[in-house]
């Protein structure tokens, strides 16, 4: 099973709460549940090893539970007696016959002093524990102005009247035009080009 499937199971498991993926903090968090201001952090890996333990104790500055998900090792108890050492809770995904069902093998600590976590409507978009599906701020920002481009009858725009009607990660128009710029230039940004002052929707994407 490969760990996007793996962690859409885990994610079935916190269906009553807002759940996140691919969150950025100490590295990228693969999944974080939210229910009345309660933070779960979730690392999913296909088997329970010393690099996905790091990763949880990490997670625990930024949430009140961290747990780490995996498929149920054959025989780990000396991991788990880490995890409940660190305080880290362990879900496991199991099968019975033909089901599946995810069970609570170690039970994590509440942490009560944690950084708050921003999150952002597209952090809900990316897939768990994908890299090339993940969502990013900057390709959130690209995509916010390609609709804000494809919106205008002329398909064109001033950087500053574009970058200014949209939701961006930038901490500047500045910062955000030369950025995009750079971007275009590099081929990174495909969706529109700079053409005599103005963004410009390329035809393919209109």
Request: proline share 3%; charged share 25%; glycine share 4%.
């Amino acid at each position: 099973m490969k760990e996007t499937e793996l962690a859409q199971h885990f994610i079935n498991f916190f269906s009553d709460h807002d759940v996140y993926k691919e969150v950025p903090y100490a590295g990228i968090i693969d999944i974080v549940a939210v229910k009345a201001n309660i933070v779960t952090a979730i690392e999913v890996k296909c088997s329970l090893n010393f690099d996905v333990i790091e990763q949880a104790v990490k997670n625990i500055g930024c949430s009140n539970y961290s747990y780490i998900a995996v498929p149920l090792p054959k025989s780990k108890s000396f991991a788990y007696h880490i995890c409940k050492n660190m305080g880290i809770g362990v879900l496991c995904l199991t099968t019975n016959g033909r089901s599946l069902r995810v069970v609570e093998v170690v039970k994590p600590k509440f942490n009560r002093k944690m950084r708050r976590l921003k999150f952002e409507a597209w952090m809900k978009e990316s897939v768990a524990g994908s890299q090339n599906e993940r969502m990013t701020a900057f390709k959130n920002t690209v995509r916010e102005l390609k609709t804000y481009l494809e919106r205008r009858p002329d398909k064109r725009a001033l950087p500053k009247d574009a970058i200014n009607g949209i939701a961006h990660h930038y901490g500047s128009v500045t910062s955000a035009r030369t950025s995009l710029l750079t971007m275009i230039d590099r081929g990174v940004i495909t969706d529109f080009r700079f053409e005599d002052g103005f963004l410009v929707l390329n035809q393919q994407s209109a």
